[in-house]
């Protein structure tokens, strides 16, 4: 279980957790985190579908968070439809690599989908993805796999 707080720090408001979960699971999440599949797909929300060379290494990274996914929601799901039953950080955290699944078309296992989904029709993801349409602004080294 992960709870929060929020601490004011000047203008910012600073969320400090508080990790009750076991050394294996959060180990796990924040292996699954340090090797994200950033570098070889780059977060662009905007553009679907782009497709990019899924190398030996990418693909076992994208296999290990299906993984991760999978395990957690099949031991969660009598908990409710998140991650981890109830929403949680991780699915704050694991935003940004669902959106890289579904800008890139990764298949993954149906448990996964089922995550992907939940988390793209959250209406927090939604506005996410409404604002980054209106953005005129492109990023080079974003605009890959056209």
């Known amino acids: ?34 090797k994200r599949p950033h570098k070889n797909m780059p977060m662009n929300c905007r553009a679907r ?23 957690f929601r099949e031991k969660y799901s ?13 699915d704050c955290i694991f935003t940004p690599v669902v959106f890289r699944f579904t800008t890139y078309d990764v298949s993954v296992s149906e448990l996964s989908k089922d995550h992907m989904n939940n988390i793209l029709g959250h209406p927090e993801a939604q506005l996410w993805l409404a604002q980054s349409k209106d953005e005129i602004e492109t990023i080079d080294f974003a605009e890959v796999g056209k």
Not at 57 to 65: A, D, G, M, N, V
Not at 78 to 90: D, H, K, Q, R, T
Request: charged content about 15%; overall charge negative; aromatic content about 8%.
């Open 1 to 34: 279980m992960i709870t929060s707080k929020s601490m004011a720090h000047g203008n910012t408001n600073i969320y400090v957790l508080q990790c009750e979960w076991s050394g294996t699971v959060l180990n796990g999440i924040i292996g699954a985190l340090v």
């Open 49 to 71: 579908p782009r497709k990019v060379t899924i190398s030996t290494e990418l693909e076992k990274e994208i296999s290990r968070i299906d993984d991760l996914w999978s395990g």
């Open 78 to 90: 009598n908990c409710g439809p998140w991650l981890f039953g109830e929403v949680s950080i991780a």
